[in-house]
């Protein structure tokens, strides 16, 4: 287990996961909560590699905040195939208060146990990480 500076711990699950998804390619996303009784991020849900973009985004609740891993394939303009890995931080309007907070202050320091993330997004609501912003962002 791994302690962060906000006192958040975070499960060796989802390291392990983050590198199958990074080096293996056996997931094609990862969804993370922090348990707040238990002050500890882990693993709520995964994705297949042969899982879409929208899939992944009708898996983070409306109204609650998370964090999110996305292994996002792309070709360029100069027609070769690439991947690069999102980090996403989502906290909608909807979410409470105290829930954005601790997600804020913990963002930081997990990302960090994270060794391999290329870009980072936070989104508010599903316009702010459609399709269009992420190949925006990975060009």
Known sequence: MANSSSGMAVHDDCKLKFLELKAKRNHRFIVF???????????EKIGSPTSTYQEFTNSLPADECRYAVFDFDFTTDENCQKSKIFFIAWAPDTSRVRSKMLYASSKDRF????????????????SEMSLDIVKGRAL
């Open 33 to 43: 909560k922090i348990d707040e009784k238990i002050q500890q991020v882990a693993v």
């Open 111 to 126: 990302k960090r146990e994270l060794d391999g993330i290329q870009v980072e997004l936070q989104a508010t609501d599903p």
